[in-house]
């Protein structure tokens, strides 16, 4: 019924502007109503999403999609008709305004009803095949969730039971494999009917830069970290050579079950492992938190807590009453971490299956950082209700993270006495293990997508390049024979849910010149690993000043805004690393570095 409405309403426009020329007041009144028509259907979807990924059954999932494909098609529809309005001179807010509409989706349906509800339908299909993954290696007694499976990664060092617990969660993604052709079939041929030249290409556009310009900063930041990518790669290979022998080759990729995440995405886990013998800080922030019995709120709390020292307002009470913090044992649900505003002004949710780690506890920063990024930009129109790229997105819960230092934690109660600037490179291991490995990988992923949807890998060779560009980007090599029944990228999240990644790369760049930028607005003159904006209303201001642009204003304006300059650049980053970099190409002299 919906539906209908809203195309008749798209018809009725269109009819009427295409008998006279457009005008710009008219493009005005078409946007802002398209705005908040696509605002009603995208609330309704919201909600429908939440009930799924809190409670997934098939009923839940056909459900979810039918909303899903009603607010997908209308911006479609209202993005089709926009074109109308091309080439009359239109007022700033609203030529950003229909720029934005027509960047708005990551899926964009194909006309034909059929194929648009195909698509949606799978898409949700495969969220909630990937929702529901376990491995059961002796029947379904003994089934092992992602849960289980994250902390058999963090705590083992037992590189057969990683083999079998890699292999047997890679199995999960199998199934996928028919549906993903489908859905990048599908995908295309809706970003084509918007005018793109497929689905990556409509991704690539979102950056306020040509496309092909925006991958060539990609490159440009890439290489401006790899060599300290290379000179952690080389030194945590040796380590671990050390202990597991030549299961780790000297010269070339490390095996990617001995690092510590079931996608070697972050290394932060195998720390114990690789931690300088006189320079460790001492203090495991899971420890910390279990000595002192902090549950999954107090830690919800403590996040809450950091950006209301910033002078942000707390979290509204529903936060508290609709959320998601733990994993029921009666349903099944989407396990992977997401901060939601459903009603797009104040409903603000966590959905995650908290568990007392310290990744856990970064993660919740993580979370926090979107919610406190909604709020801030919920009094703008509904079409600038976003991030000013989506790695700004990305990075607020992670900047805010990084001023988790010792003297943090000893403010805060959780930790006794801050380890002394001896143990800094310890300190800065530790954070590279999480930052600096992660870099190739928030790359690789849609190098992979990108190419697939444009043709440029085909089916049949989805699983080899897979390998061939982690093999490329992050010197890893997958712990048992791949073949093309597998299907590993679907193994990984975002792959199955179809949610972009680049934004998490751009986030690790981004993060630290937020840092950088937020400590010297706190006044902070040490290392940049000592600082946190803990409690500095200086800081806070300056953040919150680029977050309620929303995306009013094109990234590199917000960017200026909060970090002094308009471009994305890896000094920040590579200057908090510094001190480690010369460390560990101390240790690394005389051995193979690459693979
Ligand atoms: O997906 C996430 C968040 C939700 S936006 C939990 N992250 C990426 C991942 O888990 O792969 C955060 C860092 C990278
Ligand atoms: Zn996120």
Redesign the pocket.
Known sequence: MTIRLVVCLVCTVAAWGAERKATPEEARKFIDDAEQKLLVLNVDSNRADWVKSTYITDDTEAISAKLDERSIAAAVEYAKQSTRFDGLKLDPVTARKIKLLRLSLTIATPSDPRESEELTRIAAGMEGTYGKGKYCPQGPQSCQDLEDLTKLFAESRDPQKLADAWTGWHAIARPIRRDFVRYVELANKGARQLGFPDNGAMWRSKYDMEPDAFAKELDRLWEQVRPLYLSLHAYVRSRLREKYGDAVPAGGPIPAHLLGNM?A??WDNVYPLVAPPDADPGYDVTELLKKRNTDWKAMVKYGESFFVSLAFDPLPQTFWERSLFLKPRDREVVC????WDVDNLDDLRLK?CIQVTGEDFL?IH??LG?DFYQRAYNKLPPLFRDSANDGF??AVG?TIALSITPEYLVKIGLLDRAPDPSKDIGLLLARALEKIA?LP??LVIDQWRWKVFSGEIPPDRYNQTWWQLRLKYQGIAPPAGRTESDFDPAA???VAAN?P?MR?FL?DILQFQFHRALAQAAGCTGPLNRCSIFGNRAAGARLNGMLEMGQSRPWQEALEKIAGTREMDASAIRDYFAPLQKWLDEQNRGKPVGW
Request: net charge negative; proline share 0%.
């Open positions: 996608w995405q972050t992977h971490a997401s901060a995650m993660t993580h979370e979107h997105h990305e992670d992660f990988f928030g990984k999240y975002h949610v990644y998490y986030a």
